[in-house]
């Protein structure tokens, strides 16, 4: 039996399961949502909330209970408490990043009429940049609370995918609605509004040209991002800030030897990539730096001679490391994960490095003889131009 509500679904999500896929358990969450105890609504809601998350097949069978329309009820009646809203809307984030069409079922239930209402910001991406009505009225919503700000800056990096998804923010004020969000006192607001800058300024001239003359407190933004890249700063806000300065050096908006990229977004991105910093970071901070230098025989120079970077790539052949060595097994788990990752990243990285110029081809070939787990792939690479 499906459940039902007063605020309906235009119609259930075609998700393709079999009533024996949908567990008791699962419908012990749904029922747990009727009952008429509000702290057991809530705690029924906070292990809904802990079962869905990174579990898909549990979100398809919630979603076909009917979990949605409950939990959007629950979320928009003013008798439910400001706690029980905050999970509901957390199980409806966490519904809403698994499938397409766990967002199809977001869709169909009115979540987007609900959210223009400003009863609901959810910190997911339900596709705002298709419908000219939302961004506008997502903006408005900006002032209202730094949660508020939060979420829509998370929607707003979420759903921009394409050149048009950009051309669309941009054309609704994104820049100077956003910018003010980077001094916010929450670092949650600083980080997502720097993830949104990210997303913008890739790729694109116009925003990045745009972004290089913005004022933030009388501070220009280039050097808000700087700030936010020194070494005291959580890394990932170091790593998103060098993020922005790099695409907007791509861009053309910022020189390759203005101060901001030479002194201070390739050393960070250098950083990133030790074996001190978390795998995910390595990867990102490669790949980053392989984008960046990439059409600049120059920072590629300077990059090969900062903090030993050649050398350090050879660490990301040595993932992952020896079964016996290992005695966490979820260790082991997430260095198989991200072997390839890593090896990828670093491959991008060394083709980058030596795109242009001999001496670092060679620099290469020779640091990898004997600093690499498999040298004998170095001992005959060819240093010439191709």
């Known amino acids: 039996m499906l459940y039902s509500s007063s605020t309906k679904c235009v119609h259930l999500p075609p998700v393709s399961l079999s009533t024996d896929e949908v567990t008791a358990t699962s419908r012990h969450y749904v029922d747990r949502l009727f009952d008429p105890d509000p702290q057991k609504v809530l705690q029924g809601v906070i292990d809904m909330k802990n079962a869905v998350i990174g579990n898909n097949k549990q979100k398809a069978n919630l979603i076909v209970l009917g979990a949605v329309p409950r939990l959007l009820y629950l979320l928009q009646q003013g008798s439910s408490s400001s706690e029980l809203r905050a999970e509901c809307a957390v199980v409806l984030g966490s519904l809403a990043m698994g499938t397409e069409n766990n967002i199809k079922s977001l869709v169909d239930c009115h979540i987007i009429p609900a959210l223009l209402q400003g009863r609901l910001t959810l910190g997911v991406c339900v596709t705002p940049c298709q419908d000219p009505t939302v961004i506008p009225h997502l903006m408005s919503l900006l002032s209202r609370s730094q949660r508020t700000q939060e979420y829509i800056t998370q929607i707003f990096s979420h759903c921009c995918k394409t050149p048009e998804h950009q051309t669309v923010l941009f054309n609704h004020g994104a820049i100077q609605n956003i910018a003010p969000l980077l001094i916010s006192p929450s670092y949650k607001v600083r980080m997502q509004a720097l993830k949104c800058f990210s997303v913008l300024a890739y790729e694109n001239t116009q925003v990045s040209m745009t972004l290089v003359n913005v004022l933030v407190d009388e501070e220009l933004l280039s050097q808000v ?43 960070c991105l250098v950083r990133m990539c030790s074996k001190e910093r978390l ?66 990243a670093a491959f991008k990285l060394y083709a980058s490095l030596g795109s242009n110029d001999e001496d670092i081809r060679k620099k290469v070939a020779f640091t990898q003889q004997y600093t690499h787990p498999y040298p004998d792939a170095f001992r005959n690479v060819s240093v010439s131009s191709s």
Not at 304 to 331: E, G, N, Q, W
Not at 332 to 339: E, S
Request: hydrophobic residues 40%.
């Open 225 to 267: 991002f700087v700030r936010m890249m020194q070494r005291d700063q959580p890394i990932d806000m170091q790593l998103t800030a060098a993020k922005c300065l790099t695409y907007m050096c791509r861009a053309g908006a910022i020189r390759t030897d203005d101060s901001c990229i030479v002194l201070k977004a390739l050393p």
């Open 279 to 344: 795998l995910e970071e390595r990867v990102e901070g490669a790949e980053t730096l392989a984008y960046l230098m990439e059409p600049d025989v120059e920072l590629q120079r300077i990059a090969s001679v900062t903090d030993h970077l050649v050398a350090m790539l050879a660490d990301y052949f040595k993932y992952p490391s020896s079964v016996s060595a290992i005695t966490d097994i979820k260790r082991l788990d997430h260095d198989l994960k991200h072997a390839h990752e890593l090896r990828q």
